[in-house]
């Protein structure tokens, strides 16, 4: 499945003067109705979702009439269209990339095992949509702090999910750090230290992430058996 970068997205007119409006916050989708506020942001990412897929070009007012949602209410959803097309990309990649880890979890309690599939999984990923994800890096990077969202944040919940057969052994603490070392360990950031930066193939670097979070993990575990 191709993903068209986002430089093919435009930004409208309608977005250009909506820039210079006071920012109102993201909503709050755990207080007040949450459920309704849970299914009109799903509501926006899945119409979001189908423009993307079908490489089409949209604005958050195309996207709210295709989700049968307000102008207004998928503004302060999204107050650009940078921020759902990031939503809408990650959700495609993640459904289509990821969706085998959970089956895996399942049949698998080897820890070495499961956190090898997650590293996988995202340098498959990354080779398989490499423009896609450094267009959203870029737009993580030139997007003000005050924007939504800054990352989607899969990389924490797949390794903690991973690592779950050794969480009673692992103090709070130490299980934060190994999840947060292990981040370094997949996406596009170490895609582009070690081949933009220290010149690897894909294939190599492929083989230095799985070294990585392997040396990681035996770490961690012998400090906590120690």
């Given at each position: ?40 942001y799903q509501a ?18 195309d996207v709210a ?162």
């Open positions: 499945m191709a993903l068209h970068p986002l430089s093919y997205y435009s930004h409208t007119m309608e977005e250009t003067i909506l820039k210079s409006r006071p920012r109102r916050p993201a909503p709050d989708l755990t207080s007040g109705r949450a459920n309704q506020k849970a299914r009109t926006l990412v899945e119409a979001a979702m189908s423009f993307v897929r079908e490489g089409r070009d949209f604005s958050i007012a009439d295709a989700a049968r949602v307000g102008r207004t209410t998928a503004y302060g959803y999204f107050p650009t269209k940078d921020a759902l097309f990031a939503q809408a990309a990650s959700e495609i990649v993640v459904r289509a990339d990821f969706a085998d880890l959970s089956e895996l979890f399942q049949q698998s309690s080897d820890i070495k095992t499961r956190v090898k599939a997650v590293v996988e999984a995202s340098d498959t990923s990354i080779r398989a949509h490499e423009a896609q994800y450094r267009a959203l890096l870029r737009i993580s990077l030139e997007t003000d702090q005050g924007d939504e969202p800054r990352r989607v944040a899969y990389r924490p919940k797949r390794l903690l999910e991973a690592l779950a057969p050794v969480r009673e052994e692992l103090d709070e603490r130490l299980l934060e750090r190994l999840v947060a070392a292990l981040s370094l360990c997949v996406g596009i950031e170490a895609h582009i230290a070690l081949c933009d930066v220290c010149g690897l193939t894909p294939e190599e670097a492929a083989e230095i992430k799985l070294w990585a979070a392997e040396a990681l993990l035996k770490a961690v575990l012998s400090d906590a058996q120690e």
